[in-house]
């Protein structure tokens, strides 16, 4: 900051040099850090300030293959659309017979055999497929 001109300079200057000088209560003091049981934990090193002109470390970031990710999101749904749907067909089994959990039940229990059978032919295959998982 340059030096004052006159009077009205001057108490600006004296406001700015006041408050540039003051301390902030926000920051606090190493005194008024909470002890025993209620301590901080220490600062993690990854968030600490580096020292002088320590190289960063490289990190080796791999490009996500979506399209590979949304057909593992669609074996996932295919085995939950397998199991939702024959309960529900068990269930209006029940509903049109009269056989309260019988219908349900085994709704469900096919549902989870046919959705597994598909569920580990699709990975299998999508396993083997040219754009499996690591080959990009």
């Not at 009205?8 to 926000?26: C, F, M, Q």
């Not at 593992?72 to 659309?81: I, S």
């Not at 024959?86 to 017979?97: E, M, P, Q, R």
């Amino acid at each position: 900051m340059t030096a004052p001109n006159d009077r009205n300079d001057t108490l600006k200057y004296r406001v700015v040099n006041d408050l540039e000088s003051s301390s902030d209560p926000a920051e606090g003091s190493a005194q008024e850090t909470p002890s025993g049981p209620f301590a901080p934990p220490p600062m993690p090193d990854v968030l600490k300030a580096r020292e002088g002109n320590e190289p960063r470390r490289a990190v080796i970031v791999k490009p996500v293959n979506t399209v590979h990710l949304g057909r593992v999101f669609a074996v996932g749904m295919d085995f939950a659309y397998a199991f939702i749907g024959a309960t529900a067909l068990g269930w209006v089994a029940d509903w049109l017979l009269k056989s309260s959990p019988r219908g349900v039940i085994a709704g469900a229990c096919v549902g989870l055999v046919v959705g597994m059978y598909r569920f580990v032919t699709e990975a299998r295959r999508l396993l083997r497929s040219p754009g499996g998982p690591d080959r990009g």
